[in-house]
C-alpha cells in the first residue's frame, strides 16, 4: 500500500480549523470535515453525523498542475473564505498535463499510469492536506478524457483497462484517509466498449484502494449526464452532468428535474454550468456570461432537486495568467477573477439553502402559478412538511403563490437578495390562498430575486442566517 504522512490526530486538525474559522471567518468549513455518504432517501449528500452537506464547487481544473504552493495557498484561501466546499481537479490534467511539469518540474507518470511519480504526487498531497485543513473536500478526478479517449485535446491516449485498475488502486489506496470525492471522466464521453471497460476498472481500483468509504461520480461532456452509461453500477453514488457553456438561459432545470426523477434514486449535480467570463458559446462577439448568469443556472437547478451546484470561472479553471496561452479567450488574470462576483453569489445560495431543512426540500412548480418559459422562468420548491417554500425569479416580475401548502396558521415572508445575502421582511399573511408578490425593482435581466415564505410558527431566523439548528 502507497504510503503517505500520518495525518494529525482529530483533536489537532479540529483545533487548527477551528482557530481559522475565528480568524478568518471561513463560511461553513467546518460542514466539510469527517466523510460524506448519500441520504437515507437518495436525494442529497450527508455528513457522517447526518447533517446536509450542501455541495458548493469550483471547477479549478489545472490546480495540480499550473500553481505552485504559495498561489495554490491564496485560491484555496480565497474559497474557503467565500463558502466552497467542493474543489474540483484533475491529476493528469488537460494542459498537457503528461508532458509540461508542474512548477516543481515533476510530471505524473513514469512511461504509463501504472508508474506513478511519487515527487508529482507529493505537491497533489500538500494541496489536498490544504483544503483538508480549511475544511473542503477536493473532487478528484484521475484524469483528463483525452487521455483515453482522444476526441479532442492533447491526449495521449494512455490507458488500458489493466493500467486503469492499477492507477485507480494506487489513488485510492494513498487518499483513502483524505478528505477527496472521486470524479471519474473529465469533460469525455465513453466512446466504445474499451473506454467503458477502462472507467469500470479505475472506479474498481479506486473502490479497492480506500474500501468504499468515498463517494464516486462520473463528468461527461457539455450537454451530457453520467446517467446515460452508468446509473446503475454500484460505484456511481451520485449522478453529475454538464449543462455547459452553449447559450443563455439554458433550462438546466429540466436535466436536473430528469436526473432526479430516475430509479434507482441517486442525488444530482451541475457539475459544469456556463462560467463567469467565458465567451458566449466561445463567441465573444456575442459577449460573456457574468454573475447573474451564475445565479440563474445555481437556483434553477437547485430548485430542480440538485443536491448542490458546482460554480466555474473560465480564467481560473485553467489558472491563466499573462504569458500562457489562453484558452477560448481568457481575459482576466485568475488571481484578478477571484474577486468576481459570482463566487460570493453563489456562496450566498449556499447559506440561503441551509438556513432552512434542507433535506426535506422538494422540488414542486405547482407552488407558482405562472412558471413561464425561457429565461424569465420561475423556479420553486417547497418543504415536504409544510414548513416553507422557496421560488426564485430570474427577471423580477411580479408572480403569484399559492401558500396553502404551508402549515400553520399564518405565513411570513423574505426577499432575499442574491447578490447580496441581504433578506428583507415583507410581512405577515393569514390568509392561506394565492398571493401576488412583486419583486423590488424593475423586471430586467440581473433583477433577480428569492422569495421565502415560512409558516410563521416555526420561527426560523432570515433567509441566510445559519448554520440552521433544528430538527432536519
Known amino acids: 500500500m502507497t504510503t503517505r504522512p500520518q495525518h494529525e490526530t482529530f483533536p489537532v486538525r479540529s483545533l487548527r480549523l477551528a482557530l481559522a474559522l475565528f480568524c478568518f471567518g471561513w463560511m461553513g468549513a467546518a460542514q466539510a470535515q469527517g466523510t460524506l455518504a448519500v441520504s437515507e432517501d437518495g436525494r442529497r449528500i450527508v455528513t457522517n453525523e447526518g447533517e446536509p452537506f450542501f455541495w458548493l464547487g469550483d471547477t479549478a481544473w489545472e490546480l495540480f498542475h499550473r500553481l505552485d504552493r504559495e498561489e495554490a495557498d491564496r485560491y484555496l484561501e480565497d474559497r474557503a473564505r467565500k463558502g466552497f466546499n467542493v474543489i474540483q481537479a484533475v491529476v493528469l490534467a488537460e494542459l498537457d498535463g503528461l508532458h509540461t511539469p508542474n512548477p516543481y518540474g515533476h510530471t505524473p507518470l513514469i512511461d504509463d499510469p501504472s508508474r506513478p511519480d511519487e515527487a508529482y504526487f507529493e505537491h497533489v498531497d500538500y494541496i489536498v492536506d490544504k483544503a483538508e485543513a480549511l475544511g473542503m473536500f477536493v473532487g ?44 471519474l471522466g473529465g469533460d469525455r464521453i465513453p466512446g466504445d466498449d474499451e473506454d ?8 474498481e481500483g479506486i473502490a479497492s484502494g480506500h474500501g468504499d468509504s468515498q463517494l464516486m461520480t462520473y463528468h461527461p461532456s457539455g450537454g451530457r449526464q453520467s446517467w446515460e452509461w452508468f446509473h446503475e453500477d454500484s460505484w456511481l453514488d451520485f449522478n453529475f452532468y454538464q449543462s455547459g457553456h452553449g447559450e443563455p438561459d439554458n433550462p438546466n432545470y429540466e436535466v436536473t428535474a430528469a436526473g432526479y426523477d430516475l430509479e434507482p434514486v441517486k442525488p444530482v449535480l451541475d457539475g459544469e454550468p456556463r462560467y463567469e467570463d467565458h465567451p458566449i458559446n466561445w463567441d465573444p462577439e456575442r459577449g460573456w456570461y457574468d454573475a447573474f448568469d451564475v445565479r440563474q443556472a445555481g437556483y434553477w437547478s437547485v430548485l430542480a432537486g440538485a443536491a448542490g451546484h458546482t460554480y466555474g470561472n473560465h480564467n481560473i479553471w485553467q489558472m491563466w495568467e499573462p504569458g500562457r496561452k489562453p484558452i477560448s479567450s481568457a481575459r482576466t488574470p485568475w488571481s484578478e477573477a477571484l474577486t468576481h462576483p459570482g463566487a460570493a453569489h453563489v456562496g450566498f445560495m449556499k447559506e440561503l439553502f441551509l438556513s432552512r431543512p434542507f433535506l426535506t426540500l422538494v422540488p414542486d412548480q405547482s407552488v407558482v402559478a405562472q412558471t413561464s418559459d425561457g429565461a424569465r422562468h420561475v423556479r420553486a420548491a417547497r418543504d415536504e412538511q409544510g414548513r416553507y417554500l422557496i421560488a426564485y425569479t430570474p427577471y423580477g416580475w411580479p408572480f403569484e403563490v399559492d401558500l396553502s401548502g404551508l402549515s400553520g396558521a399564518d405565513a411570513r415572508a423574505w426577499w432575499y437578495d442574491p447578490r447580496t445575502g441581504a433578506a428583507a421582511k415583507i410581512g405577515r399573511f393569514g390568509e392561506k390562498g394565492s398571493v401576488r408578490f412583486n419583486p423590488p425593482g424593475e423586471g430586467a435581466r440581473g433583477n433577480d430575486w428569492v422569495l421565502v415564505v415560512d409558516d410563521a410558527s416555526q420561527d426560523f431566523p432570515a433567509p441566510g442566517d445559519w448554520p440552521f439548528d433544528g430538527a432536519p
Do not use: S
Not at 478524457?145 to 494506487?170: C, H, I, Q, S
Not at 467503458?196 to 472506479?203: D, V
Open 140 to 183: 478528484m478526478l484521475p484524469t483528463w478524457g483525452d487521455k483515453f479517449n482522444l476526441m479532442w485535446g492533447m491526449g495521449p491516449e494512455v490507458f488500458t483497462p489493466e493500467n486503469a485498475r492499477a492507477y485507480g488502486t494506487f489513488l485510492g489506496e494513498r487518499y483513502a484517509d483524505d478528505p477527496v470525492i472521486w470524479i
Open 196 to 203: 467503458l471497460a477502462i472507467i469500470r476498472a479505475m472506479a
